[in-house]
C-alpha cells in the first residue's frame, strides 16, 4: 500500500467523521427547537417533592445511598442532580431545565454513534435518532422536572453501553440483562410481601 493509498483513506475517513459530526449538530440544534420553550416552565409537584426528600435526606447520607444501592432506598441518584442545583439556585427554575436540556442533549451523539454502529446507513441512523430527538410522547421528559429521572437513567443507560462495547463485544449483553433484572426484581417484591403479611398475621 503506498502512501496516496494511506493519505486518501486518511482523507476518506475525516469526510466520513466531519458528516458525523454535521448530522449529530443538526439534531441537538432540531432538538433545542422543541426544548428551549421549557425554559420558561416552572417547578412539578413532583419535583418539588424530590427537591424536598433530597434535601431533607442530607447530602452525607444521600452519597452513602448512592455507594449502598442495592439496598433499595428510592432513588438516591436524583440527589446528585437536586442537591447541587439546590445549593447554587435554590428555588429557581431555569437552571432546573437548563440541566434537565443539557443531559437529554448530551445523549443525542450516544444515541447517534450507537445508531450508526448498527444502521446499513448513515440516512437510516440519522432518521432513527431524529425520532428519538424528539416526539411529542416523550414531551414530558424536556418539559415535566420529574422526567430527569429517566432522562438520566437514558444518559448513564447509554453511556454504559458505548464504554462496555468500546472494551469488549460481550457488552451487547447489557441490554439482556436489564430485561433480565425487571421480573427478577418483581418476584423479589412479591415474596417479600408475602413474607411481611405472613409476619403480621
Known amino acids: 500500500m503506498t502512501s ?75 440527589a446528585l442532580y437536586y442537591l447541587p442545583l439546590y445549593h447554587f439556585f435554590r428555588l429557581n427554575p431555569q437552571p432546573y431545565r437548563i440541566a434537565q436540556i443539557s443531559v437529554l442533549a448530551a445523549s443525542i451523539p450516544m ?16 432518521l432513527g435518532v431524529l425520532a428519538f430527538c424528539y416526539h411529542a410522547q416523550l414531551a ?22 458505548i464504554c462496555a462495547l468500546n472494551v469488549k463485544e460481550m457488552a451487547v449483553t447489557l441490554p439482556v440483562i436489564v430485561l433480565i433484572y425487571e421480573p427478577l426484581e418483581i418476584c423479589s417484591r412479591i415474596r417479600m410481601a408475602k413474607v411481611l403479611s405472613l409476619d403480621i398475621a
Open 140 to 161: 414530558n421528559l424536556v418539559f415535566s422536572g420529574s422526567g430527569i429521572y429517566d432522562a438520566l437513567c437514558g444518559f448513564f443507560y447509554f453511556a454504559a453501553l
Open 111 to 126: 444515541v447517534y454513534h450507537l445508531a450508526r454502529l448498527l444502521a446499513s446507513s448513515r440516512s437510516v441512523a440519522f
Open 4 to 78: 496516496s493509498d494511506n493519505q486518501s483513506r486518511s482523507d476518506g475517513v475525516n469526510q466520513s467523521n466531519a458528516i458525523d459530526v454535521l448530522c449529530v449538530i443538526i439534531l441537538i440544534a432540531y432538538f433545542l427547537h422543541f426544548a428551549l420553550p421549557a425554559l420558561g416552565g416552572a417547578f412539578s409537584e413532583d419535583e418539588m417533592m424530590s427537591v424536598y426528600i433530597h434535601w431533607f435526606t442530607g447530602t452525607l447520607k444521600s452519597l452513602w445511598e448512592n455507594v449502598c444501592f442495592w439496598k433499595g432506598i428510592g432513588r438516591p441518584g436524583g
